[in-house]
């Protein structure tokens, strides 16, 4: 017997860079802020080197990149709550989800294919 996952909602934003070195994890979670305060229901997805965005007491990165702890704490107040982490990233990361500031469901590689086809719209950062 196959489980098969429910719509989550709208807007999907898969977060795949990591929180310094560029600007593409900020604008991921820009993006799914914006979507939530329009009144859609947004998920993220920390993928690859984009679970370190989760790791807790980030440092100022170089060139002073703030971390991403301020923006994540935010989620909640838009009603973003479903979150979820690549699993196998975070082990090739050495992280365990007591490492990670929010609590996230982990999803497994052979589960991502029907989290994002639970969802109407899929942005990738």
Same mark, same amino acid.
């Given at each position: 017997?196959?489980?098969?996952?429910?719509?989550?909602?709208?807007?999907?934003?898969?977060?795949?860079?990591?929180?310094?070195?560029?600007?593409? &994890?900020?604008?991921? %979670?820009? @993006?799914?802020?914006?979507?939530?305060?329009?009144? +859609?229901?947004?998920? /993220?997805?920390?993928? !690859?080197?984009?679970?370190?965005?989760?790791?807790?007491?980030?440092?100022?990165?170089?060139?002073?990149?703030?971390?991403?702890?301020?923006?994540?704490?935010?989620?909640?107040?838009?009603?973003?709550?479903? &979150?979820?982490?690549? %699993?196998? @990233?975070?082990?090739?990361?050495?992280?365990?989800? +007591?490492?990670?500031? /929010?609590?996230?469901? !982990?999803?497994?590689?052979?589960?991502?294919?029907?989290?994002?086809?639970?969802?109407?719209?899929?942005?990738?950062?």
């Amino acid at each position: 017997m196959t489980s098969r996952m429910s719509v989550n909602g709208d807007l999907l934003v898969i977060l795949r860079h990591a929180p310094h070195g560029s600007s593409w &994890l900020r604008e991921g %979670l820009d @993006a799914a802020l914006v979507a939530a305060a329009f009144g +859609q229901s947004v998920s /993220l997805l920390f993928q !690859g080197d984009g679970i370190l965005a989760l790791a807790r007491e980030q440092q100022v990165g170089p060139l002073g990149q703030k971390g991403t702890a301020a923006t994540l704490d935010m989620l909640e107040m838009y009603d973003i709550e479903s &979150l979820h982490f690549d %699993l196998e @990233a975070c082990e090739r990361f050495g992280l365990t989800q +007591q490492d990670l500031q /929010l609590p996230a469901a !982990g999803v497994d590689a052979s589960s991502i294919p029907q989290l994002i086809a639970g969802h109407r719209l899929v942005l990738t950062f």
